[in-house]
């Protein structure tokens, strides 16, 4: 059984669904979509560009709180684990939807795969850290997308045995997609020039829902607008911010054009042709990255350092002033070259489904008291090719 919720967790199920049912091999595989993300520009949409088949089950959960929203998706997940009575569940990403699947699962003794294993900021304000955290303590099979992941999952007390070095599931549906990216030529449509424009994600809470951060956040972008024109493809709670806090007027004469969310491929032209990107987000930090785009990610932490440390994105911080001089010395001084991490090649969901083809899970249908600590585990790490 594979659970999504959110948008980010679509562009890394996609690839892992389609290695899942190779028809060489086949997994009885079950696609539960919570309903986290819940509008159409969040949520359907997604399904059919990532040519993913729609969900076998669809919870429908919605909006709400952290606490209520994962309460009541456990709530509905014990019903289908009830029903369904999977060999293995298998989460991906960090978000409410990721930390409530790993919950149940372990609860009723089933094991736990989980996908992008071993991110940490480091920063337990942010909700997804402590997702990431409770996820790996509970996961039997746990596989990193880089060095990073693994030395933090090490340090955690995991065995190194069931620890995977496997690459970038968000990678292998960038490169698959690429020749429909190149294609879309979204700058053109938009009237701008590519190599002359910023792209801007903002939708954290710490960023968006103070009125007087949010207000400053405005201030920032309406001084880089005149230098650098910006696309804000704004995530609905951030247009809803921007309402309240009567700012949704402001930036449409200052060089920042407000759009409504958009589907991944169009958002990937966008950015492949942009002259940097301003975000919060954390999976755009990775794209860019591949990508060769300069990233400015305005968080105080992140939990992809790797994109830091080979120079493609830069920790701006939360204070926009700050942010303002990061875009300028990034147009003054434009970097040279940029590197990918080992394994973001493509093949991550390859590998994953490899690895997951030779588990004793497959064959083990006890369910131990333990939660799938007392199933047998494979010697060694998976080293690629």
């Known amino acids: 059984m594979c659970v999504v919720g959110a948008r980010p967790n679509f562009m890394k199920m996609a690839p892992l669904m389609a290695a899942f049912r190779d028809p060489a091999d086949p997994f009885d595989c079950t696609l539960v979509h919570t309903g986290q993300h819940y509008d159409v520009a969040m949520s359907d949409v997604f399904f ?12 429908g959960i919605g909006p709400g709180t952290q606490g209520s929203q994962t309460g009541r998706m ?13 060999d293995l569940v298998l989460v991906v990403g960090d978000v409410n939807s990721t930390l409530a699947a790993a ?37 039997t099979y746990l596989f990193a997308t880089e060095e990073d992941g693994v030395a933090n999952l090490r340090r955690q007390g995991v065995e190194d045995d069931r620890i995977f070095l496997v690459g970038n599931v968000m990678i292998d549906t960038l490169k698959a997609l690429m020749p429909a990216i190149g294609r879309r030529r979204m700058a053109a449509e938009m009237g701008l020039t590519p190599g002359r424009y910023g792209v801007v994600t903002l939708h954290r ?42 700012l949704a007027g ?22 492949a042709d942009s002259r940097l990107v301003l975000t919060d987000s954390g999976g755009v930090q990775e794209e860019t990255t591949v990508l060769g785009i300069p ?3 305005l968080r105080e932490s992140t939990e992809r ?34 590197a990918v991490p080992p394994l973001w090649d493509g093949k991550a969901a390859g590998r994953i489904a490899q ?10 249908l006890a369910r131990p008291a333990s939660g799938g600590r007392d199933l047998p585990t494979p010697t060694g790490r998976f080293e690629p090719d």
């Not at 402001?250 to 990937?268: D, T």
């Not at 493609?312 to 204070?319: A, K, M, R």
């Not at 690895?355 to 083990?364: D, Q, S």
């Open 295 to 297: 990233c400015l990610t």
């Open 74 to 86: 456990m709530a509905a997940l014990e019903t289908v684990l009830r029903d369904r009575r999977p």
């Open 103 to 139: 919950l149940v699962a372990a609860r009723a003794g089933v094991p736990v795969a989980h996908v992008e294993a071993g991110l940490r900021s480091f920063d337990r304000r942010m909700p997804e850290e402590i997702n990431r955290v409770v996820t790996d303590a509970l996961a």
């Open 305 to 338: 350092p790797v994109t830091v440390m080979l120079g493609t994105n830069t920790l701006v911080g939360v204070e926009p002033e700050a942010a303002v001089r990061a875009v300028k010395g990034v147009l003054s001084n434009p970097p040279r070259s940029h």
């Open 48 to 59: 059919g560009q990532l040519g993913m088949s729609a969900p076998d089950i669809q919870l």
């Open 205 to 246: 809470p710490s960023n968006v829902d103070d009125p007087i951060m949010l207000g400053r956040w405005v201030s920032a972008l309406e001084r880089i607008g005149p230098d650098l024109p910006l696309v804000f493809p704004a995530h609905p709670r951030t247009s809803a911010r921007l309402a309240e806090a009567g």
């Open 250 to 271: 402001r930036l449409a004469g200052s060089g920042v054009r407000v759009v409504e969310p958009l589907p991944y491929v169009e958002f990937i032209s966008l950015v």
């Open 355 to 364: 690895i997951l083809r030779g588990m004793p899970w497959r064959a083990y």
